[in-house]
């Protein structure tokens, strides 16, 4: 079968507009935090997001309000714990990851690569996407806690501070 009846059909039409357009406005309203690029707490709050969504999109057990309590809930529970990260390295520590120094000075950390998984052609892959053509050119390669890896050429003079709060 491929409905069960019309109204089911314009259910879904306005309250997917309705729940889109409010999924929206509390997204504006969390702030470019909720919509910046992912780490792993974020993109658990981004897929939980989506389900209810489709949750309230298909299911009329679940009614509109219902819905746009839990995506409020939702980004309000991200917003206390970003704040709460802030102010407490307890909850820092379980809710985000930290940066790994993946090469410095030109030298691959094998261990390093191992422990986070990543290979040494990914390294040479961001390197290279850089333009850089020598990894002795090259200060240092960080894996961000967003899983991106950015690449830190050598200075032609002075030192690269931002390092700094990377773990040794």
Do not use: C
């Not at 309250?15 to 792993?40: C, T, V």
């Not at 991200?78 to 307890?90: E, M, P, Y």
């Amino acid at each position: 079968m491929f409905y069960d009846n019309l109204f089911g059909l314009l259910r879904v039409v306005v309250i997917s507009a309705a729940a889109y357009a409010i999924l929206i406005l509390i997204l504006r309203a969390a702030g470019k935090r909720a919509l910046a690029k992912l780490n792993a707490f974020d993109l658990v709050v981004t897929v939980a997001l989506g389900s209810t969504l489709s949750t309230v999109l298909l299911s009329s057990d679940i009614a509109l309000v219902e819905g746009a309590l839990a995506f409020v809930m939702l980004a309000l529970l991200q917003w206390i714990v970003a704040k709460l990260s802030i102010h407490s390295a307890l909850v820092r520590r379980a809710t985000r990851a930290r940066p790994a120094l993946l090469l410095r000075d030109g030298a691959i950390l094998h261990e390093t690569l191992r422990d986070e998984r990543v290979t040494t052609s990914e390294v040479y892959s961001a390197v290279r996407g850089q333009g850089v053509a020598k990894l002795a050119d090259v200060a240092a390669v960080v894996l961000e806690t967003d899983g991106s890896l950015s690449v830190i050429a050598r200075p032609t003079s002075g030192s690269v501070d931002t390092l700094d709060f990377l773990p040794d």
